[in-house]
Protein backbone atom coordinates (compact mmCIF):
# COMPACT_ATOMS: atom_id res chain seq x y z
CA UNK A 1 0.00 0.00 0.00
CA UNK A 2 0.75 3.59 -0.95
CA UNK A 3 -0.02 6.96 1.26
CA UNK A 4 0.48 10.31 0.93
CA UNK A 5 -0.33 13.26 3.40
CA UNK A 6 -0.24 16.46 2.68
CA UNK A 7 0.41 19.71 4.17
CA UNK A 8 1.18 22.95 4.16
CA UNK A 9 -1.96 24.51 3.33
CA UNK A 10 -3.51 27.76 4.91
CA UNK A 11 -4.92 31.35 4.46
CA UNK A 12 -2.67 33.77 2.66
CA UNK A 13 -3.65 37.49 0.83
CA UNK A 14 -3.80 37.28 -3.14
CA UNK A 15 -0.37 37.64 -4.20
CA UNK A 16 1.29 35.81 -1.36
CA UNK A 17 2.77 32.10 -1.71
CA UNK A 18 2.36 29.11 0.27
CA UNK A 19 3.94 25.80 -0.27
CA UNK A 20 2.43 22.17 -0.23
CA UNK A 21 4.15 19.18 0.73
CA UNK A 22 3.24 15.66 0.00
CA UNK A 23 5.44 12.85 1.66
CA UNK A 24 5.20 9.46 0.21
CA UNK A 25 5.31 5.88 2.54
CA UNK A 26 4.96 2.55 2.12
CA UNK A 27 5.63 0.60 -0.87
CA UNK A 28 7.21 3.87 -2.02
CA UNK A 29 8.63 2.18 -5.23
CA UNK A 30 4.98 1.47 -7.08
CA UNK A 31 4.80 5.52 -7.74
CA UNK A 32 6.36 6.54 -10.96
CA UNK A 33 4.28 9.93 -11.64
CA UNK A 34 2.65 12.27 -8.83
CA UNK A 35 0.46 14.35 -9.44
CA UNK A 36 -1.22 17.97 -7.90
CA UNK A 37 -5.16 18.16 -8.45
CA UNK A 38 -7.46 20.71 -6.74
CA UNK A 39 -11.15 20.95 -6.31
CA UNK A 40 -13.21 24.17 -5.54
CA UNK A 41 -16.42 24.03 -3.92
CA UNK A 42 -18.73 22.77 -6.44
CA UNK A 43 -16.49 22.21 -8.78
CA UNK A 44 -14.59 19.47 -10.73
CA UNK A 45 -11.41 18.52 -9.38
CA UNK A 46 -8.99 19.52 -12.08
CA UNK A 47 -5.08 18.52 -12.17
CA UNK A 48 -2.81 21.89 -11.47
CA UNK A 49 1.08 20.41 -11.79
CA UNK A 50 2.34 16.76 -12.37
CA UNK A 51 5.71 15.05 -12.75
CA UNK A 52 4.55 12.15 -14.69
CA UNK A 53 8.22 11.07 -15.24
CA UNK A 54 11.56 11.99 -14.05
CA UNK A 55 12.68 14.87 -15.16
CA UNK A 56 8.99 15.97 -17.22
CA UNK A 57 6.54 18.59 -15.44
CA UNK A 58 3.15 19.54 -17.24
CA UNK A 59 1.18 22.00 -15.64
CA UNK A 60 -2.82 23.75 -16.33
CA UNK A 61 -2.92 26.93 -18.23
CA UNK A 62 -3.83 28.21 -15.21
CA UNK A 63 -1.26 27.98 -12.85
CA UNK A 64 1.54 27.99 -15.52
CA UNK A 65 4.66 30.40 -14.37
CA UNK A 66 3.21 30.63 -10.86
CA UNK A 67 3.61 27.27 -9.57
CA UNK A 68 6.67 24.74 -9.82
CA UNK A 69 5.73 21.09 -8.67
CA UNK A 70 8.95 18.96 -7.83
CA UNK A 71 9.58 15.55 -6.59
CA UNK A 72 12.55 15.00 -3.89
CA UNK A 73 12.46 11.05 -4.32
CA UNK A 74 15.33 10.68 -1.85
CA UNK A 75 13.19 12.26 1.05
CA UNK A 76 10.17 10.50 -0.43
CA UNK A 77 8.31 13.63 -0.56
CA UNK A 78 6.88 16.36 -3.78
CA UNK A 79 5.89 20.00 -3.19
CA UNK A 80 3.93 22.37 -5.01
CA UNK A 81 5.46 26.16 -5.03
CA UNK A 82 2.63 28.62 -5.23
CA UNK A 83 3.94 32.02 -5.76
CA UNK A 84 1.01 35.40 -6.61
CA UNK A 85 -1.75 33.32 -5.62
CA UNK A 86 -5.38 34.67 -6.85
CA UNK A 87 -8.65 33.93 -4.78
CA UNK A 88 -9.60 31.38 -7.62
CA UNK A 89 -6.82 29.62 -6.47
CA UNK A 90 -8.99 28.65 -3.06
CA UNK A 91 -9.33 24.70 -3.49
CA UNK A 92 -8.67 21.83 -1.97
CA UNK A 93 -5.36 20.25 -3.20
CA UNK A 94 -4.77 16.93 -3.13
CA UNK A 95 -1.61 15.05 -3.97
CA UNK A 96 -1.70 11.57 -6.33
CA UNK A 97 0.52 8.86 -6.70
CA UNK A 98 0.75 7.16 -9.49
CA UNK A 99 2.36 3.64 -11.22
CA UNK A 100 2.13 4.35 -14.65
CA UNK A 101 2.86 7.95 -16.49
CA UNK A 102 -0.55 8.20 -17.35
CA UNK A 103 -2.06 11.16 -15.95
CA UNK A 104 -4.93 11.98 -18.20
CA UNK A 105 -7.49 9.93 -15.68
CA UNK A 106 -8.40 12.02 -13.02
CA UNK A 107 -9.69 9.08 -10.66
CA UNK A 108 -6.56 6.79 -11.00
CA UNK A 109 -3.38 6.19 -8.17
CA UNK A 110 -3.35 6.56 -4.76
CA UNK A 111 -4.90 9.81 -2.77
CA UNK A 112 -4.03 12.06 0.20
CA UNK A 113 -6.81 13.74 1.94
CA UNK A 114 -6.03 17.13 0.89
CA UNK A 115 -5.44 20.20 2.19
CA UNK A 116 -7.48 23.43 2.06
CA UNK A 117 -5.72 26.61 0.45
CA UNK A 118 -7.87 29.76 0.84
CA UNK A 119 -6.86 33.01 -0.95
CA UNK A 120 -8.11 36.00 0.43
CA UNK A 121 -9.36 39.14 -2.31
Known amino acids: QVALVESGGGLVEAGGSLRLSCAVS????????VVWFRQAPGKQRELVAAVPSPGVTKYADFVRGRFTVSRDKSKNTFTLQMNSLKAEDTAVYYC???????????????WGLGTQVTVSS
Open 96 to 110: NGREGSDITKIWDGY
Open 26 to 33: GSISRINA
